[in-house]
């Protein structure tokens, strides 16, 4: 029998198949008809993959090697590959010591299940090097191949089937080829049974990145496998269907978070890198993709290197997005701008001002999404000044905290987001209209924005200038809002936390500087100014207190406006050390 994941609904589905479909139903109505469609089809198909007869099904001819031979060119975490050796699973932003049952764990999160299920931490493994790694690694996959003969609703998603697909073949050289020839064997059998698997379960009504996972795992399989090539084919066109809905004209994804481009992208480069080493041709639309979503993702960078914190990302490794940037290939320089995407950039000398300027994506094209409309962050050279916090995991207990607006570089009425947060996790609130209108002049740039967030619950219309001069040290901002008196608000600036920073004599001006370079003067008018605190959580697994500069007042009926503006000093701020 395999393991039982973590869910109830998952017991037996076959002896109540009434209530086990219906209890899913309700969940189809948000998607759209095709996608709701196939997934319907996928919950009736699951009772026959959970019979005892099903794995009679998947039979067939073993390959004794494999047609082509992948390589993952990802270098993985050596720290995290330390722990996996020491029995602690570090995953989806949760950590696990030592458990008991370690498939199926007594309280674990569901993404770190289909983590642990992704094998994507064999990278892990092998960055640590050596034979206890190599050993580790064998053990771990022969202990799931005990486990998991037989079809297991966590394991066997197809999501999770493509990851592992993609994950053993592009290690196999790591932990397979030089093991026992029975462990090869027992390998390549479930290749190719997970691979029949998967096969007759897409399209399986997926959606986002598990869709383009699914058909990765697909290709694969159809490259690596002997005679699978017709795998390969359903691959290609299930991922191109995935595309046409995902990517947007300007390239960048429906999901508008800087982590999912950055992730889509890399799987479709490792897509084309798994075709070239087949010997078949990459596609021309495929290629076409790749082109169109590099130079959005460069959008989304600071001076650092990482990425813009937007839509639950984090800054990202640097090495890592400069690695895909590279493999990408074609034009170096970012975009400016991403009118579908609803993104814009601003650069002048060593400032960079990046801001979210478009509509927060439907729950159908995005679940986790923040209410972040209208926020921006600010970098000098390669230090960050003005951020967003960040965000925790999906299902973690403070993850719709840092969803928040509040979380965000921008204004909050009446301590209320401007996109509702449902209880299910989906924006069930959006505004209706985000505006934007730009200019640039002699090398100044303008932002002229607007979004209707706050027109349902209270009458009101936040509308936000930016301007960034030429030479990049004068940013200043104008925020309104239209409607009806008598309401607080809050506009928020969140300080990275190396940021130094102090309030001046006067109680009214903010001195604040990163790095070596000079000092910059922070003034308000239209509200009082204070300096909070803040937690920042742009990087994995790390907690730091910063802190945040906040200007409050209430509306007074029909125009309330706040102007602010940071200029550069010519010499550093005098400010005390950076909180952390």
């Given amino acids: 029998m395999s393991a039982s994941g973590t869910s109830e609904d998952y017991a037996a589905p076959w002896l109540d198949m009434p209530s086990f479909a219906l209890r899913r139903l309700s969940g189809l109505t948000h998607l759209p008809a095709e996608h709701a469609l196939s997934r319907l089809a996928y919950t009736l198909k699951r009772p026959v993959f959970a019979s005892p007869i099903y794995r009679l099904l998947l039979s067939g001819r073993s390959p ?29 932003g949760h950590t696990v010591k030592a458990p008991s049952r370690l498939w199926s764990p007594s309280g674990a999160a569901r993404d770190w299940l289909t983590a642990l299920h992704g094998f994507e931490w ?61 462990f090869r064997h027992q390998v390549l059998d479930s290749l190719a049974r997970q691979a029949r698997h998967l096969d007759h379960a897409l399209p399986a009504g997926l959606a986002g990145t598990e869709a383009i996972a699914a058909s990765k795992g697909l290709v694969y399989a159809g490259v690596s496998l002997p005679g699978a090539a017709a795998l390969a084919d359903k691959g290609l066109v299930l991922l191109q269907r995935a595309l046409n809905r995902q990517i947007l004209a300007d390239g960048g994804h429906v999901e508008r978070s800087p982590r999912t481009q950055l992730t889509v992208l890399r799987d479709l480069i490792d897509i084309r890198a798994a075709l070239h080493a087949g010997g078949l041709e990459t596609p021309g639309d495929l290629q076409t993709t790749i082109e169109r979503m590099a130079p959005l993702l460069r959008l989304f960078r600071h001076g650092d ?13 640097t090495w890592q997005v400069e690695t895909v940037l590279q493999r990408a290939g074609g034009r170096p320089r970012p975009l400016n701008l991403a009118p579908q995407s609803g993104f814009q950039r601003l650069q002048a000398g060593r400032t960079v001002v990046l801001v979210d300027a478009g509509c927060p994506p439907t729950p159908t094209r995005a679940r986790d999404a923040h209410a972040g409309t209208l926020s921006f962050e600010m970098g000098i050279g390669r230090h960050r000044l003005i951020v967003n916090c960040g965000s925790y995991p999906a299902g973690h207990r403070w993850s719709r905290a840092y969803r928040a607006t509040a979380a ?44 209707d967030g ?26 309104c809002l239209v409607g009806p008196g008598g309401h607080e608000f809050t506009i928020r600036f969140h300080l990275h936390p190396d940021a130094r920073v102090a309030l001046a004599q006067d109680g009214e001006t903010i001195l604040l500087s990163v790095g070596r370079g000079g000092g910059w ?30 200007l409050s007042g209430r509306t007074a009926g029909g125009e309330t406006t706040v102007k602010w503006a940071l200029h550069k000093q010519e010499r550093p701020a005098k400010a005390p050390p950076a909180a952390d």
């Fill in 454 to 479: 706050y027109r349902v619950p209270f009458g009101l219309v936040h509308q936000r200038r930016l301007y960034l001069a030429a030479g990049g040290e004068d940013l200043r901002g104008e925020d």
């Fill in 305 to 317: 290197g990482g990425l813009a914190l937007f839509n639950g990302t984090d800054e990202a490794e």
């Fill in 122 to 182: 064999l990278a892990d493994l092998r960055s640590v090097g050596g034979d206890a790694a190599r050993r580790r690694a064998r053990d771990l996959v022969g202990d799931w191949l005990a486990e998991y003969q037989r079809w297991d609703p966590i394991a066997w998603a197809p999501e999770v089937t493509g990851r592992r697909l993609v994950s053993w073949l592009g290690q196999y050289e790591f932990f397979a080829a030089s093991a026992e020839i029975d």
């Fill in 64 to 92: 004794t090697a494999l047609a082509a031979a992948l390589s993952d060119p990802w270098p993985g975490n050596a720290d995290t590959g330390t722990q996996l050796l020491d029995g602690t699973f570090a995953l989806a």
């Fill in 408 to 451: 965000h570089s921008t204004l909050v009425v009446n301590d209320t987001n401007s996109s509702k947060i449902s209880p299910d996790g989906a924006l069930s609130r959006r505004p209706e209209t985000v505006a934007c209108r730009r200019e640039e002049t002699e090398g100044s740039h303008w932002l002229d924005m607007s979004q």
């Fill in 521 to 550: 003067r922070f003034r308000a008018r239209g509200a009082e100014v204070a300096l909070e605190p803040s937690v920042y959580l742009g990087r994995p697994g790390e907690v730091r207190r910063s802190q945040q500069i906040v």
